[in-house]
């Protein structure tokens, strides 16, 4: 029985056919590397979802997990001593071309306060002796609108990482939502 993304009796979820729920990786499909703890200071290293050539994507959210040291020096990025000189850059563009919307244009994420800036939803948990866990949730709709990405266009979504993050422990984005099928 398919409950169609919700939760069916006993709380086990099972998604929709339909459902988008893929890491933002180095290939766009989620087989590429996800973990974004990488050195971008010399070629900025770009993390991104696209869809299919037939396909159409409707995001819905961004959900971004890290573990490092410090989350809570509102001054840096986590335990990295100092803000990012860059600063982690989230956009929509077509496939190595223009860009559509840049949702950092005025602000590129440079301290770990600045995700409450872009996501509203900034929760800090304090675990282990260099175990501390940044949740960032980004409901798209709830500042914006849903991001829909066209494959026929060559539409993506890019995090964008130009600074040295290998400090990090991790850091993983997923994004949730649906697809739907382009006529052909």
């Not at 459902?19 to 766009?28: E, F, I, K, R």
């Not at 996501?119 to 800090?124: H, I, L, P, Q, Y």
Request: negative net charge.
């Amino acid at each position: 029985m398919m409950f169609g993304g919700g939760n069916p009796p006993g709380g086990i979820i099972v998604p929709a056919e339909d459902a988008v729920y893929q890491p933002l990786s180095t290939d766009g499909a989620g087989g590429g590397t996800i973990s974004q703890n990488v050195n971008g200071s010399s070629t900025p290293v770009l993390f991104y979802i696209q869809p299919g050539a037939l396909e159409r994507y409707i995001l819905k959210r961004m959900n971004l997990h890290a573990i490092d040291g410090n989350w809570n020096n509102a001054s840096q990025y986590g335990a990295l001593g100092t803000a990012l000189a860059n600063g982690i850059q989230i956009y929509k563009e077509i496939n190595g071309g223009a860009v559509i919307k840049d949702y950092t244009e005025f602000m590129p994420i440079k301290r770990t306060h600045d995700w409450a800036l872009l996501a509203g939803v900034d929760s800090v948990n304090v675990g282990g002796a260099g175990e501390d866990a940044l949740i960032v949730r980004w409901t798209f709709n709830l500042g914006y609108s849903d991001i829909e990405l066209d494959g026929s266009k060559n539409e993506r979504l890019v995090l964008e990482v130009p600074d040295n993050l290998t400090g990090l422990t991790d850091q993983i984005a997923f994004i949730q939502g649906f697809k739907k099928e382009i006529a052909a």
